[in-house]
């Protein structure tokens, strides 16, 4: 009987023990980070400014909103021309409506234009729109630049 007993306390300590350590094993390590509305704008953007820099296109076209992306594919907006170089591109204001669904970033920086001419501490306005909880840069397609 007491053999028994002995068993059945084992085998209840084990199963409680288990069963406390998957709880445990199933909870994050620490609680998910929220960044504000203006700190996730402002990563996009950096994004955006540093592929610039570094002539990486394709994550320009990835963060570019839907409207653009449906009426320029990858490939296409991958061949355009550049002519502007890109340097010391810095975020100076981010100002975001107050639906939370559109923003402006102001940028400085130096562009360089074909033929080697610089334009320092050129302040540029940017326009971005939420899309499905995350920022995207409005790009404004030739037709879109000509019809609005």
Known sequence: MKKQQSNLFISTTFFLLFCAVFIVGCQPATPPVTMSPEDALRQ????VLDAQTNNDWGVV????YAKYRESVTRENFLR??????????KIK?????EDGNSAKVTVTGTYSA?????????????????????WY????????MFTQ
């Not at 996009?44 to 994004?47: F, G, S, W």
Request: glycine share 8%.
């Open 44 to 47: 996009r953007a950096e994004q």
């Open 61 to 64: 076209y990835d963060l570019a």
């Open 80 to 89: 355009f021309q550049r002519t502007m170089g890109y340097k010391d591109l």
């Open 93 to 97: 204001d981010i100002v975001i409506a």
């Open 114 to 134: 074909m033929g080697g001419k610089d334009f320092s501490n050129v302040p540029t306005i940017q326009s971005w729109v939420k899309e499905n909880g995350q």
């Open 137 to 144: 840069q409005v790009i404004l397609s030739f037709q879109e």
